[in-house]
């Protein structure tokens, strides 16, 4: 099954500042990678998604980098507010898959 | 109305209880998900269901049961609560299908459950 690993599981920067969490996962047929965010008090919500067959992907403030040699995939906040705080979740996954393993969470804190 | 709702909201029981989370979704989405979330463990998939006579364990099934009432309800029980199962519970659903095949979760806002 797929192994998930999450870093870094806490993260705290100043507003206005970069925040990068990288996620690395083990399963080779891995070809769809979302990160989600769980603000305080609800239930995580997609925010961005890439698939294998590109790079990376940009929305706005955010973005995802996917290096799929390496294994490997990042969320990259960049001026960050403090709305952007809270708990940020990998699910690397194959489409056609069955159990949606989550990685362990990034707290992130935007101090202003 | 939320598209995925999960009642109770909050539940305070004690150990040796039969305690039941209830799942709803108005998405009209094949699969169904309960996971559990701990401080620093993130998200743990108990069961999942694809349809309503599918059933599925997850990483984490000992101690607790599903029952998949209809295409649109999912429940999760414990049969006998103890306190390790203190924690915030999540409902998930994602449709078979979707257009861009991406398996998108959406959330219910979650069950915290407290076993004393």
């Known amino acids: 099954g797929e192994n998930v690993e999450q870093h870094p599981s806490t993260l705290s920067v100043q507003e206005g500042d970069s925040a990068v969490i990288k996620c690395t996962y083990s399963?080779?047929?891995?070809?769809?990678f979302p990160w989600y965010k769980q603000e305080l008090g609800k239930g995580p919500q997609l925010i961005i998604d890439?698939?294998?067959?590109?790079g990376e992907k940009k929305d706005q403030r955010i973005a995802v980098t996917l290096n799929k040699t390496a294994k490997h995939f990042s969320l990259h906040i960049t001026e960050t507010q403090p709305e952007d705080s809270a708990v940020y979740f990998c699910?690397?996954?194959?489409?056609?898959?069955?159990?949606?393993?989550f990685g362990k969470g990034t707290t992130l804190s935007v101090s202003s | 109305d939320a598209d995925v709702t999960q009642t109770p909201r909050n539940r305070i029981t004690k150990t040796g209880k039969r305690i039941m989370l209830e799942c709803s979704q108005t998405?009209?989405?094949?699969?169904m998900y309960w996971y559990r979330q701990d401080p620093g463990l993130g998200l743990r998939l108990i069961y999942y269901?694809?349809?309503?006579?599918?059933?599925n364990k997850g990483e984490i099934s000992d101690g607790y049961s599903v029952s998949r009432q209809a295409q649109a309800k999912f429940s999760l029980s414990l049969e006998s609560a103890i306190p390790n199962q203190t924690a915030l519970y999540f409902c998930?659903?994602?449709?078979?299908?979707?257009?861009?095949?991406?398996?998108?979760?959406?959330f219910g806002a979650g069950s915290r459950l407290t076993v004393l």
């Open positions: 269901s694809f349809d309503v006579k599918d059933i």
């Open positions: 399963d080779s047929a891995s070809n769809y």
């Open positions: 890439i698939r294998s067959n590109v």
């Open positions: 699910a690397p996954n194959n489409q056609a898959g069955t159990a949606l393993i």
């Open positions: 998405k009209g989405h094949d699969r």
């Open positions: 998930a659903t994602r449709a078979a299908r979707l257009p861009s095949g991406a398996n998108v979760l959406t």
